[in-house]
Each structure stands twice: as structure tokens, then as C-alpha cells.
């Protein structure tokens, strides 16, 4: 379902894409326009790239660890990365293999345009861990299963730690329905149900599907 959606919307601007040169389609992103006039970047990987370094590129997210959000977008198109010995965060793109890409500042427009509000949203917090390959396997094993995942850093007593979450839910019960399950999932049972705060919600909400 994720990749007839995305092919919906990318499906008048590939052709626009591959116009390019070679030399500009490395370095420079086409936009896409979606139906629901949401700007969808389409990139092409060079060979050996991961999501790791195209989430870590200024004019995509800036942060390596945001690489959940291309691959909810793309899961269908790029599922291969799973099944491999290598993690997907850091398995090797093929070269010219395309991904669509919803920056973080169309998703706060989709987020403005539903009217959004953080206050009406809920959150599971699965577990925080200073393990960041721990944290990669759960986040992949979440989206692999159809569900929404994001990293985010923390910090405590001085020791970085990367907390896996999964939402956004529009009631608490809804969150609490899925606990269970996301918990089976990442094989932990120390989650917790929470509201998100304001930056966290602008940064990842807007990248769920609609």
C-alpha cells in the first residue's frame, strides 16, 4: 500500500527527474508535488551511500539518526536493505536507486494544514539505550511490521542515549491497544504511554502517513 501511494505521488515527477544530468541529479534533488500539495523530494543514491549519510545531508534532515523516516517512506521499494547481514540504517544503497524524501519542514505543512495539535496526540516510548545499533534494529523492526518509528537523542547523568518511539496516536487508548504489540515487536517490557512535546511532535508527526 506505502509503495502505490508513493508512486501516486511521485509518478509525474520522475519523468521531470530523470531530465536531469547525471551531474545534477547527484547534488541536487528534484522536487515532487503530490496531490495533497505536499513536496516530496526525489533523490538517487550513489553507490555505497546509506540512509545514514542521505538523513545526514543538510538539505534533507541534517542528522544521521532521522534515516527511520526514509525508510518508512520507502520500505516497499527499499525492503532489500532488510534482508541482508547488514542493518538498513547502514546497508549500501545501489546505485541510482531513488528514494522519495519529506523534509521536515513539509511535514510541518501537512501538520498545518490538518490543524494539528501535539496536545491531542500520544506517543509510545519504547526504551532508551546508549546502544545506537540497538536502537536501529527496533526502529527497523517497527516500520518493517507496518508501523511508524522515529529516534530521538537524550542525555542523562552525562551518557547519550538514543529513545526509540513509535505514534502518534489521536487518543491515549489507542496508544495503549498498541503497547503490547510494539512491545512483542522489540522484545521489551519497559514502555511508557506519553504526550509529546512540542518540538518532537513538529519534527516527526508531520512524517506519518496520512
Known sequence: ML?????ALLQKTLALA???SAALV????????????????????????????????????????????????NQEDIGHLSRGSGHPASTPLK???????????????RLANQNADPAGTWVIHLFSTP????????????????YFAYIARQEKDGQALFRVSTGFF??????????????RLVSTSGAWIAQPTREEFFRYAGHLNP
Open 131 to 146: 546502544d545506537k545499533e540497538n536502537a536501529y534494529e527496533a526502529a527497523a523492526k517497527i516500520i518493517h511490521a507496518g
Open 170 to 183: 489521536s487518543e491515549r487508548s489507542h496508544a495503549w491497544q498498541a503497547q503490547q504489540e510494539m512491545e
Open 18 to 20: 530523470l531530465a536531469f
Open 95 to 109: 546505485e541510482g536507486e531513488w528514494l522519495a524524501i519529506l523534509t521536515h519542514d513539509e511535514a510541518k505543512k
Open 3 to 7: 509503495a502505490e501511494k508513493k508512486k
Open 26 to 73: 547527484f547534488t541536487a534533488p528534484a522536487y515532487a508535488q503530490s496531490q495533497e500539495s505536499t513536496a516530496y523530494l526525489v533523490y538517487f543514491a550513489s553507490a555505497g551511500q546509506t540512509l545514514e549519510e542521505v538523513a545526514a545531508l543538510p538539505h534533507h534532515y541534517g542528522d544521521a539518526i532521522d534515516w527511520p523516516l526514509l525508510y518508512y517512506l
